[in-house]
């Protein structure tokens, strides 16, 4: 009984409006700097992890008899290798020019939080879906000459949805973090 007047008060508290907060211009600048620090560690790590990739798989392509095979690195080659630009055409962090001001400041930094988490926001298409052929390949290159068993069938899937799904609900926990980032820098700026 005593809650309902303390969750009436608290939702009193919560809908009043909030004024814009302001941050001066190179407070902007240093959270825009170490986004840009952040996001640049993300995109090299991840060009290096899909050039390991290419690079792996294409030594597995040479050195593979067996036509499936050859056919399974191929394809995961050119998802790799599709993912690898679209990681370089969308996913390349920008540096905040000098001579920006304060407005012109926030405006660049939300944009580029945005792209980032419209690029995260759709992982499944430029980043997880070019590797499904891959994935479907390796299942019947595995099935075709010599069957490996149900059970390290039933493993082999198992592992490839957990990693699938995995970096499907982390990009997706970003790009949620994001979001509320963009959400701070629009409550600064009441006109936006």
Known sequence: MSEAPNNQVLQIWQSQPVEGMKMSTEAIRLRAGKF???????????????????VAFSYFFAKTPQI????????????????????????????????????????????????????????????????VPGYVALNVSFAYPHPIGWVRWVLL??????????????????ARCLQRTIDELNAMEPSH
């Not at 640049?40 to 060009?47: I, V």
């Open 36 to 54: 840009e620090r952040k996001i640049s560690r993300w995109y090299l790590r991840e060009t290096i992890a899909a050039l390991v990739v290419i």
């Open 68 to 131: 499936p095979l050859r056919i399974t690195w191929g394809l995961f080659i050119a998802g790799t290798i599709w993912v690898l630009v679209q990681l370089v055409r969308k996913g390349k962090p920008k540096t905040i020019p000098a001579d920006m001001g304060r407005s012109n400041c926030l405006e660049f930094f939300r944009s580029e939080l945005e792209r980032q988490r419209d690029l995260i926001k759709d992982v499944w298409t430029w980043y997880l879906a070019p590797l």
């Open 157 to 174: 899937d198992a592992f490839f949805v957990a990693v699938f799904v995995g970096t499907w609900k982390l990009n997706q926990r970003a």
